[in-house]
């Protein structure tokens, strides 16, 4: 049986288990459900169940223990007293938390929640709360009285070897032990937040702003309350019982949803009795007044950042920045965000099984980051593959299916269907001129696509592809791109241009290893094209010809190409690799050691380990030393336990120092690199901030003005702007490639590319965020140029800018692909969908949830109507009408985009019922009326509609940065931030990089967490 603590062999004396590593060992007699041990060094009682043995737990005094079933005849009578007892209360036990094996740590006591300050709005619920119980599988002590009188000396706690371990997963448990009590649903909400459920009566707030009673119940009751009172509450809204007295951020944010309502002209709904304009400036200067005021109030309060975790794109982003490798996201533990941004850290939840991943994860890692680290980098070379050897493969195969069918025929015996097939398609295939100089491109034949030999790659560098190849006469311009892949992972898609008599190179497709595919890597080439059939897909696309359309002449391969020295490999050469091989291993390890103290540094973001923790993982290194490992086997461990600790996987910030309450300036320089680029600050940056040079402003713009226009800032793009747009919506429409074959594999896969590289670009050019309404140009590779009627800019897989011609639809986020096919059901253009998109995103108003049991759109009536006609039936029913009048409208803005965005004048109906088959259209009508009331006749008019309502657009987009770059949600004590960096804004013409400035440079990107009931613990492990 093997230690717990650290691995090694277990022994065992006088029948009690025994380890070097110093590891505190109970049994338990065998088929016991439960037992209580003692802490033998705060003699606390800790209660656990059979599903906590043979693991490591922590207690609150931050020790290790482990209870080991075992036989009751195991126990030995000279074994001291373990206060080992069956039990079945709960009172007096301390906590504990089952922990994962090697590095993690116990969970902080908890203490009384202070109510006289803001809760914390930690999500979380009941199934998280479920299976959080039984993963760490304990039970809460409610008893917190132990004196410290009754606890041992500090001598005795040292000798426990294993304490720093514990230490690195306090904060993390903390949050999940913290989460059940003070959340919103938790034991303590009706206690903590009684003054935002008593909305009957104004509250008692001398420090609150009173709205008029005269004035709002005058209003509501008059205009109001029928539909949002006692009887009805259309859009979930309520107002007769919503107090006057704004105390809280919730009352204001929904006094504040009731004021943007009637700015927008929403409410009242134009069929409903409307107020005079006296009335109506009178309702709205009053609102304004005093949410103004409570802004003020209230910016004080709140902004709490919850402790959070890196995400599965930070992770990734950050072992490219350590160890020069690139780790796909699919193969680490899901973030499970279910709203809001992923870098969000009260909706952020984790589990010891995701310590188990990562640890498992960083431990792969490791071990190829240790292969390669001092291997010397090669010079790029080139290798060119002739696709011509394709062919002797090929004819040689077919001289044995020959031999077979011959024979097969001589004996007039059974054939095999495959292999006469086979046999067949190559007999037709080498008969096809140009067969024997290189490969045609054909799905369904039993030849290959695959030129060139297996290669060793380096995973710390890259390599460019190219394809030499021609294509044959008349074949449909759809037909001309190469999908390149290896293995199951597509790298890209390539255009190919020349002739079979003179071919023509494609551009460049850049490729870099992922550390978990084979070292030998293997290009696959094929064509382009829908999931169809290859028979029905020619059809579909007016090809007759049924041949190929591309022929492969060679593939050159250049490289490898390196990028900066990573993190470990400069730590290495500074370390390990100084050591004369004749000093031997004591001199070996001591540099070792010096390389993980420097790896843990680096790894933790510019912080200093825990002494206790540093000693742990230089421990475990000694220890695999001793039992004769070699020196690169015995840093995997230890690298993997730094790499999936809680001072690596969280981000984590020391309590304010200062009254100022905000963050030092390391932990700034990594929020603002966190933000833009995904991983912890560079070394340009950390030195600004030790200097104490990032308060200048004149030196915090410089470097994210840079920041920005490195290729790192598309992290910016590839995690905010994705989940701004909801990206996730257009990878889940399921749209059918058989009925429309231009949507096809590649014309997705860019399209997704294309809304980042079109926000990046905003963002390197530092442009106005009015070019996501409309823009002069695109920034597109050569598939979507086709998909668009554009002019190819030649440029292969990658993304450019191009300048649109004066008449042309396309232009910002309105007019991609991706944004017009989210704005569908999957068979039909939506103008539903596309205005609650546009209502959310360009008129910051997310549209509410519709009501249980409303109707599809194409079930409203028997008949085959247009869509036009089936919205209106829609809105003709009671539960539908209020909401939709809001956001359907705009979504005409973009009816002459079908629902793969390709441009229509013509709506095509479909009749296909058995008795009447037949096809029809009607002409589109872009036509509509913004919430104000302003009417639209076409896309230039709608264009321009949004154009004036902008300064929604920017607080959209803005409000979203400050959540994803704070890492928690905006609330209404934030408004008055929010206002101030958006009239800065306003000012420079909405252009994104001066808005990221004003973020960072804001106060309140530089706030600290405000003192509360976990600072305590936040501050004793801000080390680790």
């Known amino acids: 049986m093997n230690c717990v603590f650290c691995s090694n062999e277990l022994q065992w004396e006088n029948g009690h288990p025994k380890c070097d590593c110093g590891g505190n060992y109970f049994i338990a007699p065998q088929g016991s459900s439960e037992v209580k041990i003692a802490c033998p060094c705060c003699s606390r009682n800790i209660l656990l169940d059979n599903s906590t043995y043979g693991h490591k737990i922590a207690c609150s005094c931050d020790t290790y223990l482990a209870v080991i079933e075992a036989p009751a005849s195991s126990l030995s009578s000279s074994e001291p007293p373990l206060h080992l007892d069956l039990v079945n209360d709960t009172e007096n036990q301390s906590e504990a938390i089952v922990e994962n094996p090697v590095f993690t740590k116990k969970t902080p006591s908890k203490t009384k929640p202070n109510f006289g300050q803001k809760k914390r709005k930690l999500r979380q619920t009941t199934e998280t709360k479920r299976k959080l119980r039984q993963t760490t599988a304990i039970k809460r002590d409610r008893n917190k009285t132990s004196s410290k009188q009754d606890r041992p000396s500090n001598k005795k706690k040292k000798s426990i070897v294993f304490i720093s371990a514990i230490v690195t997963i306090s904060l993390i448990a903390g949050y999940f032990l913290y989460s059940p009590l003070l959340g919103e649903k938790g034991v303590f909400a009706n206690f903590a937040n009684?003054?935002?459920?008593?909305?009957?009566?104004?509250?008692e707030d001398s420090n609150g702003v009173h709205l008029n009673p005269d004035i709002l119940n005058r209003f509501l009751s008059s205009h109001c309350t029928e539909c949002h009172?006692?009887?009805?509450?259309?859009?979930?809204?309520?107002?007769?019982?919503?107090?006057?007295?704004?105390?809280?951020?919730?009352?204001?944010?929904?006094?504040?949803?009731?004021?943007?309502?009637?700015?927008?002209?929403e409410m009242p709904p134009e069929d409903e009795p409307q107020p005079s304009k006296e009335e109506l400036e009178s309702i709205i200067e009053h609102l304004t007044i005093a949410l103004q005021t409570s802004k003020k109030r209230l910016s004080e309060d709140g902004g709490n950042i919850a402790l959070r975790r890196i995400n599965r794109r930070e992770y990734r982003y950050s072992i490219e920045h350590l160890l020069g490798m690139n780790v796909p996201e699919k193969i680490l533990p899901p973030d499970a965000i279910t709203e809001g941004y992923d870098t969000v850290g009260q909706d952020q939840h984790f589990s010891s099984h995701h310590f188990d991943d990562y640890f498992e994860t960083a431990k792969s890692v490791a071990t190829v980051a240790l292969k390669w680290v001092d291997k010397e980098k090669s010079a790029p070379t080139s290798r060119t593959y002739p696709a011509e050897g394709q062919h002797k493969h090929m004819y040689k195969k077919f001289k044995s299916l020959s031999a077979y069918v011959t024979m097969a025929k001589a004996r007039g015996g059974y054939i095999d269907r495959r292999k006469k097939n086979m046999h067949t398609a190559l007999e037709n295939y080498i008969k096809v001129p140009y067969n024997d100089k290189g490969v045609f491109v054909l799905e369904g034949s039993h030849y290959g696509s695959h030129p060139g030999d297996n290669f060793l790659v380096d995973p710390r560098a890259s390599y460019k592809l190219t394809v030499k190849a021609g294509l044959v006469a008349e074949s449909p311009a759809i037909r001309h791109f190469l999908k390149v892949?290896?293995?199951p992972r597509i790298l890209g898609y390539l255009k190919a241009s020349g002739s079979l008599e003179s071919p023509q190179e494609t551009q460049t497709l850049e490729y870099q290893a992922q550390f978990f595919e084979s070292p030998y890597a293997r290009f696959g080439l094929s064509e382009n094209k829908a999931g169809a059939p290859i028979k029905k897909y020619l059809e579909q696309i007016g090809d007759k010809t049924g041949k190929a359309a591309i022929w492969l002449d060679e593939m050159t391969i250049k490289g490898p190409f390196y990028k900066q020295a990573s993190a470990i490999e400069t730590i290495y050469?500074?370390?390990i690799a100084t050591v004369d091989a004749s000093k031997g291993d004591p001199e070996l390890d001591l540099q070792a050691k010096q390389f993980l103290k420097?790896?843990?540094?680096?790894?933790?973001?510019?912080?200093?380990?825990a002494p206790e923790y540093e000693q742990l993982v230089l421990k475990i290194y000694s220890l695999d030393r001793k039992q004769g490992k070699e020196l690169k086997e015995s840093l995997i461990t230890p690298l993997a336990m730094i790499l999936s600790s809680p001072s690596?996987?969280?981000?984590?910030?020391?309590?304010p120092a200062t009254k100022e309450g905000v963050v030092n300036e390391v932990e700034f320089a990594n929020r603002i690199s966190h933000f833009l680029w995904s991983h912890s600050a560079s070394e340009e940056l950390l030195a600004d901030a030790k200097a104490g040079k990032l308060k200048d402003k004149a030196v915090l713009k410089k470097h994210i003005n840079w920041m920005l226009k490195q290729k790192n800032s598309f992290a910016l793009s590839e995690g905010f702007f994705d989940q701004w747009v909801d990206m996730e919506r257009f990878e889940s429409i399921g749209i059918d490639e058989n009925s429309h074959v231009k949507f096809n594999n590649g014309v997705q896969h860019s399209a997704k590319l294309e809304v980042q590289h079109f926000f990046h670009t905003l963002l390197k050019e530092n442009l106005s965020l009015t070019q996501l309404i409309d823009s002069d140009f695109v920034v597109i590779n050569d598939l979507l140029a086709l998909h668009y009627g554009l002019n190819a800019p030649n440029k292969g897989n990658e993304f450019h800018k191009v300048k649109l011609p004066a008449d042309s639809p396309r232009g910002g986020l309105l007019g991609t692909v991706a944004f017009l096919s989210m704005g569908s059901n999957g068979e039909r253009a939506s103008p539903i969908i596309r205005g609650a998109l546009i209502q959310e995103k360009f008129f910051n108003r997310k549209p509410p949830?519709?009501?249980?049991?409303?109707?599809?759109?194409?079930?409203?009536?028997?008949?085959?109507?247009?869509?036009?006609?089936?919205i209106a039936l829609h809105r003709q029913q009671a539960q539908c009408a209020s909401c939709h009048r809001s956001f359907d409208p705009l979504g005409y803005g973009l009816e002459n985009?079908?629902?793969?965005?390709?441009?229509?004048?013509?709506?095509?109906?479909?009749?296909m019922s058995e008795e009447n088959k037949k096809i029809t259209s009607v002409p589109i009508k872009a036509e509509g009326v913004f919430p104000n009331k302003k009417p639209f006749h076409n896309l230039d008019e709608f264009r321009t509609g949004l154009m004036a309502h902008k300064h929604l657009l920017t607080r959209s987009i803005t409000e979203g940065l400050l959540s994803y770059g704070l890492g928690r949600h905006i609330e209404f004590a934030d408004q008055q931030a929010l206002d101030e960096i958006c009239q800065k804004a306003s000012q420079n013409n909405e252009q994104i990089g001066d808005i990221i400035y004003s973020i960072i440079s804001h106060p309140l990107f530089r706030r600290a967490d405000q003192a509360s009931a976990t600072a305590s613990s936040k501050m004793r492990t801000s080390k680790l």
């Open 573 to 575: 050469k500074q370390t």
């Open 897 to 911: 985009f079908d629902l793969i965005g390709l441009w229509r004048d013509q709506e095509i109906i479909e009749n």
């Open 194 to 203: 009684t003054d935002a459920e008593d909305n009957h009566h104004p509250l």
């Open 849 to 870: 949830q519709p009501p249980p049991n409303v109707p599809e759109l194409e079930d409203v009536s028997d008949k085959v109507l247009s869509v036009r006609e089936s």
């Open 598 to 609: 420097g790896f843990m540094n680096k790894a933790f973001r510019g912080r200093d380990p």
């Open 229 to 265: 009172g006692t009887d009805k509450q259309k859009g979930d809204t309520r107002l007769d019982t919503l107090t006057l007295a704004i105390s809280n951020s919730d009352t204001a944010q929904h006094w504040q949803e009731v004021l943007d309502a009637l700015n927008l002209g």
């Open 485 to 487: 892949t290896v293995g």
């Open 648 to 655: 690596f996987l969280y981000l984590m910030e020391d309590a």
